[in-house]
């Protein structure tokens, strides 16, 4: 069957073209304010390749368009509601922030296959945002949670994928009370492996995938033990401050962020659609610096739903590393108030930046940016996973954006000096 085939509704295209352009127009105005290097015209001139980039997506594909908003979600495309199963419209906020990232890779990828890298990483960020919705609210074990994520991100880069044994397997490892957005997650499955195994490079790039995959279905799981019913802080320490990491300082916790993370992945879905060969092995410098990402990357989201986690009976990492001491010894997080003040946020907010700048500093080590390409992410990171601040807290938006604003300048003025 033809890659082709794959294609997502206009409505979707829309929605990501709409984020782009609101998460844009928003950082363009910090930009007025703040001296991140970068002048306003780089990132308005960003902002409108990823959308260029994000109208090929209309062209081609299926007659019949993959819906990504399940059938119970109101067809709303400004507004983030929270569904019964998953929130499609935060996690295709995200999936328009891995878009950004295709363009460090465009100019080696003809139109067809950046069509369909975008569509891959679209479709990948969907099915990781569906599963992690799915643990959260659902009723798991760890075995179980890390069960079902094995299923279907190895089955989404398998070389020899059964559609019908998928499907066979996935049932029972799902709540029955979730089993409605079982075919979304089939067809997400089949349609990202068609795209993958095809791509120029996927086949090359598959053990790097796998060795990513498994990271995220080890740290995935282990995020049962934040939960309510089987809240152990102490069992995730233990095993996660054995986990990789490319520095010393890295805590356990930090560790934990960045193997449930995705940021790495979609580079490699990106670089598997490109006509050069990466060597990934040999980019020390970009592995490196993308693990210090994906730790930004996951407190920046986690920071602004502490306490609606809480809500929700999970004590998400940003509350972990805020409190970390406090919280390893509460038995329960019914009723319990963490009490955090601004010093609070902000200290935490000051080691986010430090992590990103790090990471900014990491990655030019392998790449030639002259287009002032990693500032541009490292500004749009915060945007992207803090848009619910956004009317709200920009204080803390732009205090974070004060911290990294340093190491943004100087990574400004490499790229001019590159040029």
């Not at 390749?49 to 109101?74: E, H, K, V």
């Not at 760890?142 to 996935?170: C, Q």
């Not at 979730?178 to 120029?200: A, C, E, G, M, W």
């Not at 050069?276 to 407190?299: K, N, P």
Request: charged fraction near 25%; charge should be negative.
């Amino acid at each position: 069957m033809s890659t082709d085939t794959v294609r997502i509704s206009a409505e979707d295209v829309n929605f990501l073209s709409d984020k782009v352009l609101k998460l844009g127009s928003y950082a363009e105005t910090l930009l007025e304010s703040y001296d991140l290097g970068i002048e306003s015209e780089e990132l308005a001139h960003h902002i409108r390749r990823t959308c260029d980039n994000l109208g090929l997506l209309f062209d081609g594909g299926s007659m019949f368009p993959i819906s990504l908003r399940p059938s119970a979600q109101p067809n709303v495309i400004l507004d983030e509601e929270v569904g019964d199963t998953w929130n499609w419209a935060q996690t295709l906020r995200y999936a328009a922030g891995a878009s950004m990232i295709s363009q460090k890779y465009a100019k080696d990828m003809s139109q067809d296959n950046l069509r369909r890298s975008l569509l891959a990483k679209v479709l990948y960020k969907c099915q990781t945002g569906i599963l992690d919705d799915l643990v959260d609210k659902g009723r798991y074990t760890y075995m179980e949670a890390r069960g079902i994520y094995h299923h279907v991100l190895a089955s989404m880069t398998d070389l020899d994928f059964d559609p019908n044994a998928f499907k066979k397997k996935l049932i029972p490892l799902m709540n029955q009370n979730q089993i409605h957005i079982f075919d979304l997650i089939s067809t997400i499955s089949s349609s990202f492996n068609r795209l993958f195994v095809k791509s120029p490079q996927g086949v090359d790039l598959f053990y790097h995938m796998e060795v990513l995959d498994e990271r995220v279905i080890l740290g995935q799981a282990l995020t049962m033990f934040q939960k309510e019913e089987t809240l152990n802080l102490g069992k995730i320490k233990s095993i996660a401050k054995n986990f990789y990491a490319p520095s010393d300082d890295v805590r356990w916790h930090e560790k934990l962020a960045a193997y449930v993370s995705g940021g790495t992945r979609y580079n490699l879905i990106d670089m598997s659609f490109t006509e050069e060969e990466f060597a990934v092995e040999e980019l020390q410098h970009f592995l490196e610096g993308w693990f210090y990402y994906d730790i930004a990357v996951v407190y920046l989201n986690n920071i602004v739903n502490v306490h609606q986690d809480l809500k929700d009976g999970i004590a998400n990492l940003s509350l972990i590393a805020m409190r970390e001491d406090e919280i390893c010894s509460v038995r329960k997080l019914e009723n319990y108030n963490p009490v955090l003040t601004l010093e609070d946020y902000k200290n935490h907010i000051a080691r986010i930046a430090q992590l990103a700048g790090r990471a900014m500093s990491e990655v030019t080590k392998d790449f030639t940016d002259t287009e002032n390409y990693y500032p541009f992410i490292t500004i749009m990171m915060p945007v992207v996973m803090m848009a619910e601040w956004i009317g709200k807290r920009d204080d803390l938006i732009c205090s974070y954006l004060e911290e990294l604003s340093p190491s943004l300048r100087k990574a400004c003025s490499r790229s001019a000096a590159s040029a």
